[in-house]
DNA sequence: TATGATACTGAACATCTTGTTCGGTTATAT
DNA sequence: ATATAACCGAACAAGATGTTCAGTATCATA
């Protein structure tokens, strides 16, 4: 890829990742992201079709990054829910600066879908595991966006404990350990 | 009350309502919602200060109206949490065309979080219940995050079941039964 | 290092949304 | 019946959106 486009790709990131530390997802305007990236308009409209369409790719990657691999390999090796757990929730680590404004902003509901089809699917390696009565989906559903919840108290309280302190956490308060 | 007052406000309510059912809230605009009210421009800005200040004024409607008095009294009268849980959602299946919208929108925090802060309220009454070692404002925002996903899930699913069947799903995958 | 291709710039543009103002009209309470 | 208050609707400035285009800078590569 073009050394320019990737410049100009990466300095859009970092600003919408700023801007996102400060604002609501949806009070940032296209403006403010063009400010802060110092690019042209045509520029960002030449890269991302929309405000929506730029944090897709933000979420694309993030995620493929940090699960990459990491589920089906875990499930196959036969770790334990809490371990892959573990595991990415380190990664997530790596990627604090990029991630932490998402998860602090009140409304990035695009991310969080995204993050949550992931998580959606490793349980759904792990389902066999759990025993519970209420359906599955609904089941699923409820640990994705437990783990969901999880993470962004540990990124309020930045990120101070340990990955697999708050994959105990979560183990605990969903019986699933 | 003046009645026309009453009447105006209705009717942004109910297109607002109707609006959040086929599009997000972030792409609602106040066009959208004094054309589906049909009342003017004016009015709605005589009515609320901002799209945001109209959500914050329909959450507090439909949340002081179902909250009333029921949790502390039950609390009070040593019920369980699962049955208050049952009331809490009994009186949402009440509102069920008003906050149906809401609960399948995408994008609705505000409305989340006041039912968030809610629930967290009603759950800090039970907190010595629970014999979790996770630090309790983790366990605080995980019952209530979950529990909304409990109703999330209900809505999705044309509120079928029984208010006591979703409670007793919500108890289950919480172990808090 | 020369060159064609490609990415960026920046200004201009029509269009839409917002929030306010104001004179005129209609409904309400008593 | 009348004073009060709410509504209407048109107009407005300010700002955002998404597009276009001619000009400039940077790239890959030969």
Redesign the pocket.
Known sequence: M????K???EAIFKAFSELLEHKRYEHI????IIDTA??????F???F???DMLLKSMCSDIFDHIFEGNICDYKTENKDLEAVLSHVLWHLREHKTDIAGMFLSESSDIFMRYLHEYLERLFRLHLDDFHFKAPSEFVLNHLSVSFIEAIKWWVKTDMQASPETVAKYFTEVTETH
């Open positions: 073009d050394r320019r486009q410049k100009t790709r305007t296209v403006q403010d110092d690019v042209g308009r045509s520029t409209y030449s890269h079709e929309t405000k």
